[in-house]
């Protein structure tokens, strides 16, 4: 397992921009799948988006298709995700996901590690 702490999260005007950062320990990142989750009150944890590690494979949840970018720096151990044309939808906490496949899900019970969560919210 990998222990993952996000960053990046904080309140944003409509139509803003955010960029979120995991920082994941251990040696072994490369060969794990990540993605991004989020949870509004009240709502179940969704799916957002997931980068592959071979070939970097990105996915994403229609909603956020054509706004938000998924991005990886094994080197640095960190995924990226950044957040364009934010909306009031948005608003949610926002989990880093790691699973160690070499391909995605977009079910949370198939990722194995966890960040605490990083807090967006978009004002209208």
């Known amino acids: 397992q990998v222990q993952l702490v996000e960053s990046g999260g904080g309140l944003v005007q409509a139509g803003g921009s955010l960029r979120l950062s995991c920082a994941a320990s251990g040696r072994t990142f490369s060969r794990y799948t990540m993605a991004w989750f989020r949870q509004a009150p009240g709502k179940e944890r969704e799916f957002v988006a997931s980068i592959s590690w071979i070939g970097g494979s990105t996915y994403y949840a229609d909603s956020v298709k054509g706004r938000f970018t998924i991005s990886r720096d094994n080197a640095k151990n960190t995924v990226f995700l950044q957040m364009n044309s934010l909306k009031p939808d948005d608003t949610a906490v926002y989990y880093c996901?790691?699973?160690?496949?070499?391909?995605?899900?977009?079910?949370?019970?198939?990722?194995?590690?966890w960040g605490q969560g990083t807090q967006v919210t978009v004002s209208s």
């Open positions: 996901a790691a699973r160690q496949a070499s391909y995605g899900s977009t079910l949370p019970a198939d990722f194995g590690s």
